[in-house]
């Protein structure tokens, strides 16, 4: 027996859900191989950030996710005080949305099922090789084994990622050097707001989980050296919290106790040939500041509408690298910011001093949004492609800015629901609309006018903002003469031939 699909992504966690929603929105072929019979219940991350809300927002579906979790106005640098303001932000989503990831991936996987995608649990990929056009993967399924075939694979398999290995690249970084561990525990009494402590004697995180269930993330000096395959006990969780925070707020019955550590590895490679890794599969390192899971749906996004335009036969020859090159440095930087976290939530040693000085620089409003802005993501800026004269729009995540258009008042990401290319006609100016004529198969032209009068789209006359919600061209008043000519060289670029 054979699975064969255009893509076949290989782990259902939500990153690979993710990947595979914006492939059957493009209309691809997609199956999802997951090793697990069924999904855990159990979750690591609790928190999506400003930027992974705006691009569930480009594709309509944030609602849900927003009925589910509970907004809160901050984001943290390593439990800090004062917490990073998000309420100040440039975005619709100017918060953190706490939403346990067992829920978000429930969602995810909801979404697919609705785009048709297939999922195949119980589906444990044990090799992947390139051949002649294509991918080959050996699976062991719930009846035996089975050969799969696709013509790009995606490994969205984890830390331990088998894709990785099979496809022979390197994951350098560092071992842990410290643990830390977390229980989601029965307790008698709580808040039902996240918060958390950091003195002397180490640090908590608390959160409510619902129907008494809390869950607590403990960095306690006296145990950091513990190894992650040592076994967390509800006595050592009890101890720990008595020695911080004084009270163990009277726990009863552990629903899940883990540690983990602050190994730190970035794939040395996002793509080989036909296969491409995201997620964690790509990067690991401390679960620090919540964004491992939202930089994962980050590099989905970036990857979908990319490896959907390589099926469909238009994308133009960079499309496929561009993103290793865009999503690597965004690896980079959260692997920087995540250790320096560490440094900080350490408080053995020199850590109380350094987290006195980095609470006394988080209270300066510039250095506050500077830090927001990395880890709600949504200060990430592509770099333009090589020789484009680029205009300073270009890269970065489009506006949500107010439009009124033919169709009524709309706003940019409503106009981006379908994961095409829009070309925003600010100008009326018919150059544009032939431009874009033989390409209506994945671009939306879209004439409008900019209803927020203050907002950086004021001057600008056109944009192509892509699937992702990044400006890829943009023109302005000054551009004017050129506009044609430019328009048209940047969409061969970024669209591919008609
Ligand atoms: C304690 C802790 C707290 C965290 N808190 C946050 C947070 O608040 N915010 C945040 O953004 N991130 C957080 N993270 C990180 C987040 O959990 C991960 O980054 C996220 O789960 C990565 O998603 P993924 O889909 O890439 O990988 P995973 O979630 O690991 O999913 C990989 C999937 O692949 C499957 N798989 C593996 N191998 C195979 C195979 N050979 N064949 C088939 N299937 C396979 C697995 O079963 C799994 O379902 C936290 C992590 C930890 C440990």
Redesign the pocket.
Known sequence: MEVDADVLV???????LMLACELALAEVRVCV????AARTEQS????L?PRSLEILDQRGIVDRFLRRGAPIPVGHFALLEPRLDFSGLDTRHPYTLFLP?AQTEELLEERARELGVEIRRG????EVAESEGGVALWIQGPEGRLRGRARYVVG???????VRRAIGVGFPGSEATLTAF?GDVEIAEGSDRPASRTGPHGAVLAAPLGEGVYRF?VFDPLRMHATKSEPVTLDELRSSLQRILGTDFGMRRARWL?R?GNATRLAERYRVGRVFL????AHIHF?AG???????LQDAMNLGWKLAAAVKGWAPPHLLDSYHDERHPVGRALLRNTEAQTRLIDVSGPGLSLRGVMSELLGIDAVNRYLAGQISALDVVYPPAEGAAAHALCGRRAPDRALEAARGATRLYELLHAGRYVLLDLAGDARIEAAAGALRDRVELVRATVTEPQCELAGVDALLVRPDGHVAWASDAAMRAARADDLTEALARWCGRA
């Open positions: 290989v782990g259902g966690g939500p990153v690979g191989l997951e090793q697990r690591r991350a609790l928190t950030h990831q589906h444990v990929v044990i969205c398999d984890g830390a331990a990622s088998v977390l993330v883990s983990f995201a997620g964690d599969a679960p919540g964004q491992g899971l939202n930089v994962g």
